[in-house]
């Protein structure tokens, strides 16, 4: 028995998902997901070359925003989740207090020190190896600190009173030197082969230097050496190299009924701005037979101009005017990324280390399928 082969108006109302009122509707109850009874679903490379599509709507350091079209949701949210928990940067694991007499406790400060974002050579973070923590029931198994595992940071702050301080000054910041340490105050002490990987604008630094640490008065005084490691956001959240990795599916909406005058104008307001347009009736669809704009050449009509600005409010639902009228949905294989970089990486790059990681995986879940088979 030949394959069905499903009408193109079919595979369009496939891709889309219903969004009704209080309800979500056509959505996939398939044992594999795109694949129907009676079908040939066989996955061919060209096809999917074919199918699949990139487009960038924004690409800026520590920000990106762009689609990937015609994958299925679990490929994509295997991307967004190893952009969250697998790709590897560095941070302060170790904190070692020598001094700290500011009112902040030690493990307060250690932890605020270990949530700020790091930056340097991408090269360098690729060449570092992991760093093995000791185990409760082991001490003394955990990896040695070496230049190629453990990246060496201090910090070292006194706070004194200012001579220079104007009579009558309020201001702590002139009326003491260093009364609040920033992460611009960390400094960055190679060793090994790290002077060859991590030099000039590459060295270990903090992302953002004006990040607030603590606030000193005179006579008190912070030293610490912060020794930093690689990891993964799976381990410890420090570690992720995005402050946020989230999709969105593409909206859809079609006016299936003419929406005129008062009408359009309300209906635009429904929805954010740049999405619905108001455009004049012409002549040739006034004349037009059951077109529904008969004699309302020159009015306003509603059209939709730029779905991807919607945020599927469902606003237009709520009035009774508009039942009927229009169609909200959808697009179930167009996903809407944006990813903000914390700094190691950026934005644009970090899509790309995901995908990376996702070979490898694979390549390693079919190594493991040989040997089983063998």
Not at 304 to 331: A, I, N, W
């Amino acid at each position: 028995m030949a394959p069905l082969i499903p009408s193109q108006e079919e595979l369009d109302r496939r891709r889309i998902i219903g969004i009704n009122a209080e309800t979500v509707t056509n959505i996939p109850s398939t044992d594999f997901p795109g694949h129907w009874p009676g079908e040939s679903h066989e996955w061919a490379l060209e096809k999917f070359k074919n199918d699949f599509k990139v487009e960038f709507h924004r690409n800026d350091r520590f920000d990106a925003s762009f689609s990937l079209i015609g994958l299925d949701a679990a490929i994509a949210n295997a991307f967004r989740r190893i952009l969250m928990a697998e790709v590897p940067t560095l941070a302060i694991e170790y904190v070692f207090v020598h001094n700290n007499t500011s009112v902040i406790q030690d493990e307060v400060l250690a932890q605020r020190l270990g949530l700020i974002p790091l930056k340097g050579s991408v090269e360098g973070l690729n060449w570092m190896r992991w760093f093995k923590k000791p185990t409760e029931d082991d001490p003394d198994s955990g990896s040695t600190p070496s230049d190629y595992n453990t990246v060496v940071l201090r910090l070292g702050v006194e706070c004194t009173e200012n001579p220079n301080a104007a009579p009558g000054e309020q201001d702590p910041r002139k009326l003491y030197n260093n009364a609040h340490v920033y992460a611009s105050d960390i400094t960055f002490h190679p060793v090994g082969r790290q002077e060859q990987f991590f030099v000039g604008d590459g060295a270990i630094q903090p992302v953002n230097p004006d990040i607030l640490i603590a606030k000193l008065r005179p006579k008190q005084k912070i030293e610490m050496e912060l020794h930093c490691i690689k990891g993964i956001g799976a381990d410890h959240a420090k570690f992720s190299p995005v402050a946020t990795a989230t999709y969105r599916l593409m909206p859809d909406i079609k006016i299936v009924r003419p929406i005129i005058g008062e009408d359009a104008k309300k209906f635009a307001k429904c929805f954010p701005k740049g999405v619905i347009g108001l455009e004049p009736i012409t002549r040739e669809e006034a004349s037009r037979k059951d077109s529904g704009y008969e004699g309302h050449e020159g009015e306003q009509k509603a059209v939709v101009v730029d779905p991807f600005k919607d945020t599927v409010s469902r606003e237009c639902l709520r009035h009774e005017e508009f039942q009927d009228k229009v169609k909200l949905g959808r697009v179930r294989d167009h996903f809407i990324y944006n990813v903000e970089s914390t700094g190691q990486f950026d934005s644009d790059v970090l899509f790309l280390e995901s995908v990376k990681i996702l070979k490898l995986k694979c390549a390693r879940w079919k190594r493991g399928l040989t040997d089983i088979t063998r």
